[in-house]
């Protein structure tokens, strides 16, 4: 039920970097799980990275090139996105209200794309 929108997409050469926006309503972070998704033309949507659960997670594809973080006080999730190569070119998509797998009184984060809020997407595109 969260509302959710992205920005901060555009068109990069390699190597370049971009910085993602996803603007979120007030409590989205607490007690959720929050992360970036994309999807490529003809591709599944595929996980990037995530945050909940007090860890922070990457796909092996852009661990040390992306950062994911969250301003709480601006309710606000960010992707810095560094050393992009064009096989980022992707539609990136904010997602919050994951589901959560809990392992005792911890739990970690769902990596596929069945989260409950989904912002509209912006466009990254990679040049070589």
């Known amino acids: 039920q969260a509302l959710l929108a992205e920005s901060g997409g555009g068109s990069v050469q390699d190597g370049g970097s971009l910085r993602l926006s996803c603007a979120a309503s007030?409590?989205?972070?607490?007690?959720?799980?929050m992360g970036w998704f994309r999807q490529a033309p003809g591709r599944e949507r595929e996980w990037v990275a995530g945050?909940?659960?007090?860890?922070?997670t990457y796909a092996d594809s852009v661990k040390g090139r992306f950062t994911i973080s969250q301003d709480g006080t601006k309710n606000t999730l960010y992707l810095q996105m560094n050393s992009l190569k064009p096989e980022d070119t992707a539609m990136y998509y904010c997602?919050?209200?994951?589901?959560?797998?809990?392992?005792?009184?911890?739990?970690?984060?769902?990596?596929?794309?069945?989260?409950?809020?989904w912002g509209q997407g912006t466009q990254v595109t990679v040049s070589s």
């Open positions: 007030p409590y989205t972070y607490d007690r959720n799980c």
């Open positions: 997602a919050a209200d994951g589901p959560k797998y809990f392992d005792g009184g911890d739990y970690t984060c769902s990596r596929r794309p069945d989260y409950t809020s």
């Open positions: 945050i909940g659960g007090g860890t922070i």
